[in-house]
């Protein structure tokens, strides 16, 4: 059974950082992950994509601040945050699919949620100003 169980988040001032984690050793396939988030209100989001070797796609909202990688076992998905804004304030998941090609989960500016199979619980990440 595949589960992808996060970490991290939590409340930071403006201009700071957070590292998020998801454990994602039960998804033993060619993949891509994902981190989405979601404010209140909002419809959730793509943040930004990686693939098995290592290629990533980012939200312009986040580019060069934010950061997808996996650690050299590629059991633990993550995303450093910095710099911070309060407009990032949101529920953060990670996700998971089975298809190893990016374009199966963006084009043009579009994520695309359905073609995740598995999702993790989400963390909340807060930043005040």
């Known amino acids: 059974q595949v589960q992808l169980v996060q970490s991290g988040g939590g409340s930071v001032q403006s201009g700071g950082s957070l590292r998020l984690s998801c454990g994602v050793a039960?998804?033993?396939?060619?993949?891509?992950l994902g981190w989405f988030r979601q404010s209140p209100g909002k419809e959730r989001e793509g943040v930004a994509l990686?693939?098995?070797?290592?290629?990533?796609i980012y939200a312009d909202s986040v580019k060069d601040r934010f950061t997808i990688s996996q650690d050299n076992a590629k059991t633990t998905l993550y995303l450093q945050m910095n710099s911070l804004k309060p407009n990032d304030t949101a529920m953060y998941y990670c996700?998971?699919?089975?298809?190893?090609?990016?374009?199966?989960?963006?084009?043009?500016?579009?994520?695309?949620?359905?073609?995740?199979?598995?999702w993790g619980q989400g963390t909340q990440v807060t930043v005040s100003s």
């Open positions: 996700a998971a699919g089975d298809q190893d090609w990016l374009p199966v989960y963006y084009s043009g500016g579009y994520f695309s949620e359905p073609d995740f199979l598995y």
């Open positions: 039960s998804f033993r396939r060619s993949y891509c």
């Open positions: 990686i693939d098995s070797e290592g290629s990533t």
